[in-house]
């Protein structure tokens, strides 16, 4: 079975433990520096910080997207320098309702590690538990081997696929982002407004309990199968604005026991960055 999610007094439980390794990955889209200021702050004891925007992505070329994907090799690499094995236990955490904790989570299961999980209601969920917290930064880590990439437990798509999907239909996307974006009503954050013609709208905060945690798997099926409307969760691809929080639902789906979607990781500031592209608003 996927893993998914877990608490906080199960985290706290296995902290110390040997093979696990804990990963904070707080961030702001607006402020590059807060997640690890957050983090320097106060952060759970051993965790490492990851930055989504210098050590997550790729070099940005203007045509693919504001968070590319490293290569499956390059990432490997990272995760043997902060100690995983394939047997360790990864837990991602964040402060954003999960959405980097699943692009980190959807990451490594590209990458072929299945031992991964959420930390559901993140940081929040963890000083409300009153359980301990560190300010002091881990020693940098020790270079090692990098971790050979292994058979993806995640699958994704090009721009192209998404482009000849939308004439001869194979697949159906859903767009992550807030209503208003997907309408193209504003546009915070990309040049151009709007979604890929024939997407689906889920915006990725609707996952979520008032308390930051995540739906039931009962509840997040009930909707998920509202919107799927009997499609096949493997016919299902995600995108958003850059990759991040499409990984929320398709997280929420693997919780909701719908598994097999997979993540257009360029998403809409790829997509948009190609004036040929072809650009729909409106519900």
Same mark, same amino acid.
């Given at each position: 079975?996927?893993?998914? +999610? @877990?608490?906080? %007094?199960?985290?706290?439980?296995?902290?110390?433990?040997?093979?696990? *390794?804990?990963?904070?990955?707080? $961030?702001?889209?607006?402020? !590059?520096?807060?997640?690890?200021?957050?983090?320097?702050?106060?952060?759970?004891?051993?965790?490492?910080? +990851?930055?989504?925007?210098?050590?997550? %992505?790729?070099?940005?070329?203007?045509?693919?997207?504001?968070?590319?994907?490293?290569? *499956?090799?390059?990432?490997?690499?990272?995760?043997?320098?902060?100690?995983?094995?394939?047997?360790?236990?990864?837990?991602?955490?964040?402060?954003?309702?999960?959405?980097?904790?699943?692009?980190?989570?959807?990451?490594?299961?590209?990458?072929?590690?299945?031992?991964?999980?959420?930390?559901?209601?993140?940081?929040?969920?963890?000083?409300?538990?009153?359980?301990?917290?560190?300010?002091? %930064?881990?020693?940098?880590?020790?270079?090692?081997?990098?971790?050979?990439?292994?058979?993806?437990?995640?699958?994704?798509?090009?721009?192209?696929?998404?482009?000849?999907?939308?004439?001869?239909?194979?697949?159906?996307?859903?767009?992550?982002? %807030?209503?208003? *974006?997907?309408?193209?009503?504003?546009?915070?954050?990309?040049?151009?407004?709007? !979604?890929?013609?024939?997407?689906?709208?889920?915006?990725?905060?609707?996952?979520?309990?008032?308390?930051?945690?995540?739906?039931?798997?009962?509840?997040?099926?009930?909707?998920?199968?509202?919107?799927?409307?009997? *499609?096949?969760?493997?016919? @299902?691809?995600?995108?958003?604005?850059?990759?991040?929080?499409?990984? $929320?639902?398709?997280?929420?789906?693997?919780?909701?026991?719908?598994?097999?979607?997979?993540?257009?990781?360029?998403?809409?500031?790829?997509?948009?960055?190609?004036?040929?592209?072809?650009?729909?608003?409106?519900?």
């Amino acid at each position: 079975m996927t893993m998914t +999610l @877990i608490s906080a %007094a199960g985290l706290a439980e296995r902290l110390n433990a040997p093979g696990v *390794r804990v990963f904070d990955v707080r $961030h702001d889209l607006t402020n !590059h520096s807060a997640g690890r200021q957050a983090y320097e702050a106060g952060h759970i004891p051993g965790a490492r910080y +990851l930055d989504h925007e210098t050590e997550l %992505a790729a070099a940005r070329t203007g045509r693919n997207g504001r968070h590319p994907l490293p290569s *499956r090799a390059a990432f490997g690499a990272l995760m043997a320098a902060h100690g995983v094995t394939p047997e360790t236990l990864v837990v991602a955490y964040d402060a954003s309702g999960g959405m980097y904790a699943a692009h980190l989570w959807w990451m490594l299961r590209w990458l072929g590690h299945g031992q991964v999980a959420v930390l559901d209601g993140g940081w929040q969920a963890w000083t409300a538990a009153g359980l301990p917290t560190a300010a002091e %930064a881990e020693p940098a880590p020790a270079p090692g081997a990098a971790v050979e990439p292994g058979v993806a437990l995640a699958g994704s798509v090009e721009a192209q696929a998404v482009l000849d999907n939308i004439a001869r239909p194979s697949f159906t996307v859903i767009d992550a982002r %807030a209503a208003n *974006r997907y309408r193209g009503e504003v546009e915070p954050m990309d040049p151009v407004a709007g !979604h890929i013609p024939g997407a689906l709208n889920r915006p990725n905060g609707e996952n979520l309990q008032p308390d930051g945690r995540f739906k039931p798997a009962e509840q997040l099926r009930a909707e998920f199968a509202g919107l799927l409307d009997g *499609r096949d969760p493997a016919s @299902i691809v995600h995108q958003c604005g850059s990759g991040i929080t499409a990984c $929320h639902n398709l997280l929420s789906m693997e919780i909701a026991g719908l598994a097999g979607s997979r993540l257009y990781p360029g998403s809409w500031s790829e997509w948009c960055s190609d004036p040929s592209r072809p650009v729909a608003k409106g519900a």
